[in-house]
């Protein structure tokens, strides 16, 4: 029986700033009845979305009365040697809160770049090392989310996105389970928003005519419906992992999918 009722899927961009419209900003929602469709940007507004725009879209879905799980395509939390670097305690809100104060990149105007050249921020107090690298990372051959400006890079996203992740638990609070953050087990009840890698999924769903960051969407938004009809969601929100990557789960994430 399926856990949820709503499936979103978003290929992410870090590029610009939060509220330029970013052709690599793609969003796909299916439902219990129908596939994964593309849900195109507000009326009157620019022709693609925002980072800004998907996080108050985001915040008025999950205020709805519908069980969704959601996943984004970009890091959601740093490897366990930053931690260590920075003297950080192993709170992964905690790490949210510190991660904003230093690269502030969800404020008006601010692209990742200002933050990595000083223009704002601090970011030389909180940066990382390309050789730095999550434990699911390693297990599916990702990129460190430190690896910037190379083909498939997910660091501009993933610096462009956690401030926003951090939005959505300061709006949503109880109702919003950050998978696996919160727990392995997802509650009954509330919604789910978690990291997707579309690499682990796209591979059942043919391109035909979209583009790479709509196929992208697409298939982290049909995949989440599929698996969570046949039970491969449910499967994967419970990874066979070791006790020492459980215990780094906690604070580094986890890419659902991977195993």
Not at 48 to 65: F, P, V
């Amino acid at each position: 029986m399926a856990r949820f009722k709503r499936y979103i899927g978003i290929d992410y961009s870090g590029a610009a700033t939060p509220t330029s419209g970013l052709k690599g900003l793609r969003v796909y929602l299916a439902t219990e009845k129908n596939g994964a469709v593309e849900v195109l940007p507000p009326a009157g507004g620019s022709k693609y979305w925002s980072r800004q725009g998907i996080a108050l879209w985001l915040t008025d879905r999950l205020n709805e009365d519908v069980k969704t799980v959601v996943g984004i395509d970009h890091g959601f939390s740093f490897p366990l040697r930053y931690f260590e670097e920075h003297q950080l305690a192993l709170d992964w809100p905690a790490f949210l809160d510190d991660f904003e104060r230093h690269w502030p990149t969800a404020e008006d105007d601010t692209y990742v770049d200002h933050v990595r050249h000083a223009m704002v921020g601090n970011g030389a107090a909180r940066s990382g090392n390309p050789r730095w690298r999550r434990a699911c990372e390693l297990k599916c051959r990702a990129k460190s989310v430190f690896h910037f400006d190379v083909q498939g890079s997910v660091a501009k996203s993933t610096h462009a996105g956690l401030p926003w992740i951090r939005y959505l638990r300061q709006h949503q609070g109880s109702r919003l389970h950050c998978w696996p953050f919160d727990g392995w087990t997802t509650p009954n009840e509330g919604s789910v928003v978690l990291e997707a890698y579309p690499a682990v999924y796209k591979k059942d769903y043919p391109v035909g005519d979209l583009t790479p960051d709509q196929h992208d969407a697409f298939s982290v938004a049909q995949w989440l419906k599929d698996a969570d009809r046949d039970g491969r969601l449910a499967a994967a929100l419970q990874p066979q992992l070791s006790i020492e990557e459980q215990r780094l789960a906690v604070v580094e994430g986890w890419i659902l999918g991977v195993s």
